[in-house]
């Protein structure tokens, strides 16, 4: 098997490019295959170097290797040219001055259903000879077999007066010369095969299996667009989601595994997957569900390995390891965790609804039975912390709450946090008091 990935370096690899590329490598690498990248950037204006940095930078974020390219399609319009002329030479193809016009005139004479066949002049756009006989027959794996009537089709422009190649000429050659088996693709693209086929067929060459994957709809199943939230690979990773969570979740939008299970590892993916398998239905993207797997993978995670991750996000050594085991269990991103810890490092944040609610007299009265509690605590773990401030719900008849959301707004100024007991003790003796002292005297 060898496959293709061929995006338009136009701007960021989006979700829908990502998992076409991650259908492709799980393909090759369950069959033993070869993963080839092509970059298709004959849009000059629009294809730029930044733009190929980003998918590729996007592509190696996904842990998606490539075996061969990165091919650049601009690079091969010498190959394009000499096999246009090998298409005129063979009188698979002909120049035509045909316009829009000239089109619209030959269906008002012979039906808008037959499609236009022109005649051979000294200049203009290369068109390709479709035959008036017959069928053109895409074989898809997802879609199944679709037969495009010959007489029903336009002999496509192939390329411009100039000689430039057009887009299907340009793919069609590139995946031959390639070897490719299987083109495996968004199925925005299944009205451009048979134009393909038929540049293969006048080449002699036998077609690849196509796979048409559908497209990728938000939660409320229209297509998927930056209002359902992160559009692009960089922003996935800029929102502190992990590549393997990611590459789970995506591998599951149009694919089921026959266990129905949802945490699948990568080489388990691997092993199971089969472009067969694939359904025809759009599958819909929903963040809040990505947010849960990647809560998942990050609980699963051995804490030094989360704390390389975390510290990575951040840009910062080493200085956060400690409260990586005490946050894990509350966050579900990379970038969860600096909200949830920032205040233990930085400093109470200023919450007026949190003082409002938590340090009123009774609040007070409970913080400052705590903190009397707390300094007589002979070791300054969570275990002694918990027995310490459990004495003191139970001296109160309070809720745990009661005690405990007043001593989390007080050190760290508003009413989320690591559990209390491991937030104190990540804060220090010392500190902890301080900043209760600092609570209790008031703003």
């Known amino acids: 098997m060898r ?7 136009t701007g960021a690899l989006h979700i829908g490019g990502a998992r076409t590329a991650l259908y492709n490598w799980l393909a090759a690498r369950h069959a033993g295959g070869t993963f080839v990248l092509r970059i298709e950037d004959t849009d000059r204006e629009r294809s730029t170097p930044e733009n190929v940095a980003q998918i590729l930078e996007a ?12 091919i650049f399609q601009s690079q091969r319009a010498d190959r394009h040219r ?5 298409l005129l030479e063979g009188g698979h193809a002909y120049r035509s001055e045909a316009t829009a016009d000239d089109v619209r ?20 756009a290369v068109r390709l000879r479709v035959p008036d006989e017959g069928a053109t027959v895409v074989r898809d794996l997802i879609r199944g077999e679709t037969a495009f009537q010959n007489v029903h089709m336009d002999d496509p422009v192939i390329a411009r007066a100039d000689g430039t190649p057009l887009y299907n000429l340009a793919v069609a050659v590139d995946d031959l010369d390639a070897a490719i088996t299987h083109v495996v693709r968004g ?9 393909q086929l038929l540049v293969l067929m006048a080449l002699g060459a036998e077609q690849p299996i196509y796979a048409h994957l ?6 409320d199943g229209k297509k998927l667009s930056k209002r359902h939230g992160a559009a692009s690979v960089q922003e996935l990773r800029d929102a502190g989601y992990l590549p393997e969570a990611v590459r789970n979740y995506l591998a599951l939008l149009g694919w089921g595994d026959a266990d129905d299970e949802t945490i699948i590892p990568t080489d388990e993916l691997v092993r199971r997957f089969e472009l067969e398998r694939v359904q025809r239905n759009p599958a819909r993207f929903d963040e809040k569900k990505l947010r ?7 609980r699963e995670l051995p804490v030094p390995d989360l704390a390389e991750r975390i510290e990575g996000y951040l840009h910062r050594d080493g200085d956060v390891a400690a409260a990586v085991f005490a946050a894990r269990e509350k966050i579900q991103t990379l970038a969860d965790f600096w909200p949830l810890v920032g205040p233990i490092y930085d400093g109470p944040v200023d919450d007026p609804k949190a003082r409002e609610q938590w340090l009123d007299e009774e609040g007070r009265a409970a913080l400052t039975a705590a903190r009397e509690a707390l300094e007589q605590v002979a070791e300054w773990d969570t275990g002694h912390l918990d027995e310490a401030l459990k004495r003191v719900v139970e001296q109160l008849a309070a809720k745990p709450k009661q005690v ?5 707004v007080a050190v760290v100024g508003t009413t989320v946090s690591p559990g209390i007991f491991e937030t104190l003790e990540l804060l220090g003796r010392e500190e902890a008091l301080a900043r209760m002292d600092a609570a209790l005297r008031g703003p």
């Open 105 to 124: 005139a030959y269906k008002d004479r012979h039906g808008a259903d037959r499609g236009f066949r022109g005649e051979p002049e000294p200049t203009g």
């Open 214 to 219: 559908p497209l990728l709809h938000g939660p």
């Open 292 to 298: 849960w797997m990647n809560g998942r993978y990050i």
């Open 3 to 9: 496959v293709r990935f061929a995006p338009s370096p």
């Open 187 to 195: 199925d925005d693209h299944y009205s451009n095969t048979p134009k």
């Open 82 to 86: 000499e096999v246009i002329e090998q």
């Open 59 to 70: 592509l190696e974020w996904l842990e998606l290797a490539y075996d061969e390219g990165p």
């Open 404 to 408: 405990f959301q007043p001593i989390r």
